[in-house]
């Protein structure tokens, strides 16, 4: 996979990033934490090993909340509008993008669905992606 850059923003454009990295995984997660913290049937997150994140505008303004009990969940947003961030994992050494805050098409395609067995009934799927009942080991 190549290098590539990302830029995205928050849902009132008050923060914006440019990120760059090597694209490696891009997910649909359907465990609790991802659906309540979207407000979706599942969270889209594309996942980069670390090259450097600018942040354009608006840095000041992103919160996190982390869940107390959750070895890697934080949830970051913007303070503004509650649009969600990209936030680094350092558990894992990876920037987790909410793929809804990209400006454009990202460089891979969704490649699995993730916490299958958390997912709620009405949720989208059969889509012909790979199932995972937890975090993908590969």
Same mark, same amino acid.
């Given at each position: 996979?190549?290098?590539?850059?990302?830029?995205?923003?928050?849902?009132?454009?008050?923060?914006?990033?440019?990120?760059?990295? #090597?694209?490696? =995984? !891009?997910?649909? *997660?359907? @465990?609790?934490? +991802?659906?309540?913290?979207?407000?979706?049937?599942?969270?889209?997150?594309?996942?980069?090993?670390?090259?450097?994140?600018?942040?354009?505008?608006?840095?000041?303004?992103?919160?996190?909340?982390?869940?107390? #009990?959750?070895? =890697? !969940?934080?949830? *970051?947003? @913007?303070?503004? +509008?509650?649009?969600?961030?990209?936030?680094?994992?350092?558990?894992?050494?990876?920037?987790?993008?909410?793929?809804?805050?990209?400006?454009?098409?990202?460089?891979?395609?969704?490649?699995?669905?993730?916490?299958?067995?958390? =997912?709620?009934?009405?949720?989208?799927?059969?889509?012909?992606?790979?199932?995972?009942?937890?975090?993908?080991?590969?």
């Amino acid at each position: 996979m190549t290098q590539a850059t990302f830029s995205g923003s928050c849902l009132c454009g008050s923060v914006q990033y440019e990120i760059s990295g #090597e694209p490696q =995984r !891009f997910y649909h *997660c359907h @465990c609790q934490r +991802c659906r309540k913290a979207s407000g979706t049937g599942h969270a889209s997150n594309l996942l980069i090993k670390p090259g450097a994140i600018k942040w354009i505008k608006g840095e000041a303004l992103i919160k996190s909340y982390k869940v107390p #009990e959750a070895k =890697r !969940f934080t949830n *970051c947003f @913007c303070s503004n +509008c509650g649009g969600r961030v990209p936030r680094y994992v350092k558990e894992t050494d990876f920037f987790v993008i909410p793929a809804g805050s990209l400006d454009s098409d990202p460089t891979i395609q969704p490649q699995a669905r993730i916490f299958w067995d958390s =997912r709620v009934s009405w949720s989208c799927g059969d889509d012909g992606l790979p199932v995972y009942s937890e975090y993908v080991t590969s």
